[in-house]
T-cell receptor, first 116, second 112 residues
Framework: KAGVTQTPRYLIKTRGQQVTLSCSPI?????VSWYQQTPGQGLQFLFE???????NKGNFPGRFSGRQFSNSRSEMNVSTLELGDSALYLC???????????????FGPGTRLTVL | QKEVEQNSGPLSVPEGAIASLNCTYS??????FFWYRQYSGKSPELIMF????GDKEDGRFTAQLNKASQYVSLLIRDSQPSDSATYLC????????????FGKGTRLHILP
């Protein structure tokens, strides 16, 4: 069974640009969650999509947005990039979504974003 | 503000010994608890989850949950150098609005 895939794996952008990251979940998984990981802040939740609807959102500015398609693939967009957006962006998929007991998230390899 | 706390480490353990990793959480309504391992430069991978009080064993790993004291721990028996990694504790509730919250992780170093 194929795991979670993310593209691209590495990205270099400059301040003010925008970026779109893609995530394909494990087959049969309907929930996709996005996280930002930095050395100082650890793993921080961005948002969760389930069946094309955003179910949960973390405390990030509106520059961070996402969507999910009917095949459960998800994209995350960051507009007007700032230096502080440099991070590892991880997506995780699960079958039933957050809040279901023992629903397990499986992570993709991540996209390393560097903002210059 | 729901929080998950872990000692950042590094925790140094001799090869072959038992490594003990601890995690405390603030939300008494938490229901599911996960341990992830993350190697440097890699994404987190699930080790195990637990949702009932007591112990749950899987190979060399044992998760222990004490809801009354609001802590969950992970024991690694017969520690190997390949166990050297950062271990993330994650906690979530049972409602649709509940978000999974990760601790910042404990760095474990197994000494050969």
């Amino acid at each position: 069974k194929a795991g979670v895939t993310q593209t691209p794996r590495y990205l270099i952008k400059t301040r003010g640009q925008q970026v779109t990251l893609s995530c394909s979940p494990i087959s049969g998984h309907r929930s996709v969650s996005w996280y930002q990981q930095t050395p100082g802040q650890g793993l921080q939740f961005l948002f969760e999509y389930f069946s094309e609807t955003q179910r949960n959102k973390g405390n990030f500015p509106g520059r961070f947005s996402g969507r999910q398609f009917s095949n459960s693939r998800s994209e995350m967009n960051v507009s007007t990039l700032e230096l502080g957006d440099s991070a590892l962006y991880l997506c995780a998929s699960s079958r039933y979504g957050q809040g279901r007991i023992a629903d397990t998230q499986y992570f993709g390899p991540g996209t390393r974003l560097t903002v210059l | 503000q729901k929080e998950v706390e872990q000692n950042s480490g590094p925790l140094s353990v001799p090869e072959g010994a038992i490594a003990s990793l601890n995690c405390t959480y603030s939300d008494r309504g938490s229901q599911s608890f996960f341990w992830y391992r993350q190697y440097s430069g890699k994404s987190p991978e699930l080790i195990m989850f637990i949702y009932s009080n007591g112990d749950k064993e899987d190979g060399r790993f044992t998760a222990q949950l004490n809801k009354a004291s609001q802590y969950v721990s992970l024991l690694i028996r017969d520690s190997q150098p390949s166990d050297s990694a950062t271990y993330l504790c994650a906690v979530t509730g049972m409602n649709r609005d509940d978000k999974i919250i990760f601790g910042k992780g404990t760095r474990l170093h197994i000494l050969p």
